[in-house]
């Protein structure tokens, strides 16, 4: 049955994808690249994991390896379908593909502002560690409203001019930044010695729901790993690369980020410091590993990882908004690609417009960059949470209707489903304090007002 699939693979329907795109342009490792930059994985360790340490403490890891088993499952879903058909409306598109189109309109909505909110949360990560760098080497931090603009508008320029370029810095940006965390943290173990750290093992003075309630918010350090199904129509041979990428950007990050959680949490112990109090972790463990040099840098890779990140969301944004153009969800000017630089140019103009105006607002409001990171992530989660669960759903649906149906990706459908109602019920309950409480209301407003633009369009081309 496997082998038939495969086949079936092979000799897919032809890709549909929005005219102007340049076709098999992005390697293999390109393609990764989009998903690897998408997760951010250096923001992790500098931003999320001290955030989920607050609620887990000890049990840290534990909620990452949990994390990390719940992505897999939408990856090996998500995977399914990317080995069928391929195209720039990502996960969008296999919604449409198995629901009802009303159905699948709540899926392109919900993914363009998972995008939006993601490469908004990431820079305010940016505006966070500009000044924190800045501070280190000149005494002086820069007004945040310019640095956001400087941060979101260099990323719409570069996703703007051309896709390879950004898959090519991306790629880069993300291997240097992650090869000095690595470096930090083995020197750690070095100087320290390898050593079992019981507290973490025996998970000391952790509860069950600490747990869960690091998982949810775990969650959020693989938000976008599927990215790379956004460049179906640009990367070359789609049907094998984009499932790889898949699967290999959510393996990846899982391993690094559960090693990273287990380290920092131990580094920290040593150091006698609070991991959930500390603003930038790997430079006080840089210190710790003998390293005082390599702090500076530590808080540059964060830096460029989060601009990566924007530009990662910028450019999965504008090719979901340039499918929904496409297929009438919004204006068709935004379905066409530029023509010169063959790229979803006014996507993402509009994109990066609405990347950079939340920020804005709340920097010239005083908010710091790491509630803008925590409040715009948070938010960019009921996005992704939705999007995943509905092509969960899917999947089942467009393989009867299409190809074969087996138990395996049923079964995959059912857990992966679950898995996605327990994550959303857990942003859910217990209530969380303000300005987190508004966020379900925000989102559910956000939803009801693009069905209600569907409903409103629908009616016009039936009356056209």
Not at 174 to 185: F, H, K, Q, R, Y
Request: hydrophobic share 50%; with cysteine.
């Amino acid at each position: 049955m496997e082998q038939n699939a495969a086949t079936l693979s092979e000799s897919a329907a032809p890709l549909t994808a929005p005219p102007g795109l340049r076709a098999n342009i992005l390697s293999p490792m390109e393609t990764l690249a989009q998903s690897v930059s998408t997760i951010a994985p250096t923001t992790t360790p500098t931003m999320t994991i001290p955030l989920v340490f607050v609620l887990a403490g000890n049990g840290t890891w534990l909620a990452y390896l949990f994390a990390t088993a719940t992505i897999l499952l939408i990856a090996l879903c998500i995977s399914r379908f990317a080995r069928y058909t391929s195209c720039s409306g990502s996960l969008y598109t296999y919604a449409t593909s198995g629901l009802p189109p009303a159905v699948s309109g709540i899926a392109a909505w919900a993914l363009l502002l998972a995008y939006i909110a993601t490469g908004a949360s990431v820079a305010g990560g940016f505006l966070h560690y500009a000044n924190v760098f800045l501070l280190s080497i000149t005494g002086r931090t820069a007004p945040t409203a310019i640095l956001a603009i400087l941060c979101v508008g260099v990323s719409t320029f570069i996703a703007y001019r051309d896709v390879q370029v950004s898959a090519r810095l991306m790629l880069w940006i993300e291997a240097i930044s992650v090869t000095l965390i690595a470096i930090v943290l083995a020197l750690l173990l070095w100087r320290n010695g390898l050593h079992i750290d019981h507290d973490q093992l025996h998970l000391q003075h952790v509860t069950p729901s600490a747990v869960r309630l690091g998982v949810v918010l775990s969650l959020f350090s693989f938000v976008g790993f599927e990215s790379a199904t956004t460049l179906g129509a640009e990367a070359t041979n789609p049907l094998r690369t984009i499932p790889r990428a898949v699967i290999q950007s959510a393996i990846f990050t899982g391993a690094f980020f559960i090693l990273c959680a287990y380290l920092e949490t131990l580094g920290m112990h040593t150091a006698h410091q609070n991991l959930g109090e500390s603003t930038a972790p790997m430079r006080t463990l840089a210190t710790l590993a003998g390293v005082n040099i390599l702090g500076p840098f530590i808080d540059f890779g964060a830096l460029v990882s989060m601009f990566a990140c924007t530009l990662a969301c910028i450019t999965a944004a504008a090719r979901v908004l340039m499918r929904m153009g496409h297929n009438g969800l919004v204006h068709n000017r935004l379905g066409t690609a530029h023509r010169k630089n063959a790229t979803p140019g006014s996507a993402v103009l509009v994109t990066g417009l609405l990347t950079a105006l939340p920020v804005c607002i709340l920097a010239l409001r005083g908010v710091a960059g790491t509630d803008i990171y925590g409040w715009m992530g948070s938010l960019a989660v009921y996005g992704f949470i939705t999007t995943y669960g509905l092509a969960a759903i899917a999947l089942p649906i467009y393989l009867k209707r299409n190809h074969t149906l087996t138990k395996t990706p049923l079964l995959l459908s059912v857990a992966a489903t679950a898995a996605m109602l327990l994550a959303l019920a857990g942003t859910l309950y217990p209530v969380p304090e303000r300005p987190y409480n508004w966020l379900p209301y925000v989102y559910l407003a956000y939803i009801l007002s693009g069905m209600a633009w569907f409903a409103i369009t629908s009616r016009s081309n039936q009356a056209i």
